[in-house]
């Protein structure tokens, strides 16, 4: 069995900083890609950043150039470092895991951590 765990989610003011961390745990053989993706209260889920096994990263419009992922292979943890932070910042990030188990490729999710962005 497979298990992310998310935390680092918070309240923060406007402008303020934090940072997401994601870890896998259980029976693995090799983590691919990992994500971070964000649903905030009546909106689809949205992409916010991935890093695969080369550590090339992805970006979603809402993070380019406030948002930062990375990974440490050795802990199976991503993370996700949000500055400048805005109100509509304020959803639910969930992390997403590609990941090699029991000789099968799946798609694992954590279950999601709160960033609220307000004064």
């Known amino acids: 069995q497979v298990l992310l765990v998310e935390s680092g989610g918070g309240l ?4 303020g900083s934090l940072r997401l961390s994601c870890t896998a745990s259980g029976s693995i ?12 209260p009546g909106k689809k889920r949205e992409l916010v950043a991935t890093i695969n096994n080369r550590r090339s990263t992805q970006y979603g419009d809402s993070a380019k150039g406030r ?9 199976k943890t991503a993370y996700l470092q949000m500055n ?4 509509e910042d ?4 969930y992390c ?7 000789g099968r490729v799946s798609d694992y999710w954590g279950q999601g951590t709160q960033v609220t962005v307000s004064s």
């Open 84 to 87: 400048s932070l805005k109100p």
């Open 67 to 75: 948002f930062t992922i990375s990974r440490d292979n050795a802990k």
């Open 96 to 102: 997403d895991a590609r990941i090699t188990s029991g």
């Open 29 to 40: 053989f090799s983590i691919n890609a990992m994500g971070w993706y964000r649903q905030a």
């Open 12 to 15: 923060v003011q406007p402008g």
């Open 90 to 93: 304020t959803a639910v990030y």
